[in-house]
């Protein structure tokens, strides 16, 4: 996946300036940067959701193997089906577990009860949740405890084999030990998906991600990218200065 | 001036600081008259039962549940039996809801997620306007105007169609059962509209995304988050509905008419409960004939009390089938 020139607009104000970013195959990539800097729209304008804020507009591209997703002939369902999200808070359905990663096979028109036993069996246990829910698959989601839930909406995700997974700071409502649990999955995950995290945690960043683009406002307050590059050169070696004093905690 | 006591801090240890502060913060008099409030309540529901009760004590002696079940009402030569009014009232209430609840939730839907904002709130309010149109107006409209320009045409082509079909049978009536659920559809369809769209515009944002972001179209997150999601507090608009077309009693007079008719056709005049104490209470001049329109008074509390029960009870169903628990 490669953003090109992508600018965003609520209003008449621009909220993100120009970003280009490459999310190559089976790699995590990480976006930090202060409260307000726009990572959440971005992640957003990755998957078209950000086609529900009013009176917005962009201009760029998003290109899923190579083909823009904001083109005139793109369904932009299918999008969503090929990249998939995971929110800040824990929002399974109230429905049973089993209904909640059943939902996205459900709507392509999946109904044969063998093949949605074997899809909610796999990605379970590609969220690493089934060995905790396997014997409770019709009690509901709401009764997971918070990390439980965030696997389930992981498992709800990849139920639908996305190609992306973006996740919206994953792990921000979670207790720590919730959170490494996550971290691990997120390692897991990237054998099979792309990964993009937006997330306000360095040492998260640092811990899980590939490549990390740091975002920052520039004077106009509108969002833009700083650097991007390798986790390790971008903690251990920032080429620029915005970039220092931020991961060395000196605002932000 | 000198103040009793020396501290502030220091009274609010003692006895009488904490009943002041107690007394102060208004808790005991607020507890008290919310509580009041609350058994207020009750008292009014049981009291108006019980009066109900003792004052139907000569009919129901005399015919027992024969009043429930007998169809002849003759005050002349005193006979009560009440079942073409029972029927009377539930069948043009059902059928009411039958219509309005699919109106009522469609509008809703639209009003809620497709409607464009300018037009959201223009169109609330005038679904609101129509909650407050009084109902002897809709009587007046139904008799003048809806039973010869839409009722009267559409029964004649049911009949002409389905005239095999027992509720279709003729002769085809203006006022009738048919005119008289239209007209209630009509007078519940805001309620339940205006519910309906708030108990939608309640639902968390993170639930529509979370469907929209598997790839749902706008009509897979209404047909399976949505309305699922919102069925309790449908449930609750529609009790609404139902309580008002259950009790509605002047529109329902001018369009039903007032013909205690046990044949099964929706085309023929019917009579309900609350039409027949409107009708009838005036000229009742003996004691009996008087207990027996109280007595249907209180089949219609009765009726009325059970429906909100049980429609209760679903909504409670659902609700904890839904949220397991924890929410």
Known sequence: MQVRGLNFYYGNVRAITDVNLDVPEHRIVAIIGPSGCGKSTLLRTLNRMSDFVRRSRMDGEVLLDGENIYGTTVDVVDVRRRV?????RPNPFPKSIYENVAFGPRMLGIRNRGDLDGIVERSLRGAALWNEVCDKLKESGLALSGGQQQRL???RAIAMEPEVILMDEPA???DPVATSKIEDLMRELRESYSIVIVTHNMQQAMRISDDTAFMNV???RSGHIVEVGPTKRIFTDPQQKETEDYITGRFG | MQSPRPSGLKSLGSTTGRFRRWWNHGDLPFRAAIALAGILVLVIVLAIG???????ILPR???????????TWDPVRQQFGALPFIIGTIETSVLALIMAIPAGIGVAIFLAELAPDWLRAPLGTLIELLAAVPSVVFGLWGLFVFIPDVVKPLGNTLHSAFSFVPLFDGPVYGPSRLAASMILAIMILPTITAVTRDVFLALPRTQSEAAFALGATRWEMIARVLVPQSLSGILGAVILGLGRALGETIAVTMVIGNNPDLSASLLHPGYTMASLIANEFSEATNETYV???IEIGLVLFVITLLLNMIARLLV???ARRFTGGTA
């Open chain 1, 84 to 88: 998939g999200m995971v929110f800040q």
């Open chain 1, 153 to 155: 909406c992981i498992a």
């Open chain 1, 172 to 174: 921000s409502a979670l």
């Open chain 1, 218 to 220: 520039n004077s106009q």
């Open chain 2, 50 to 56: 019980r009066e109900l009760w003792a004052h139907s």
């Open chain 2, 61 to 71: 002696e005399k015919f027992g549940l024969a009043f429930l079940t007998t169809s």
């Open chain 2, 291 to 293: 207990q027996a329109l």
């Open chain 2, 316 to 318: 409670w169903r659902v």
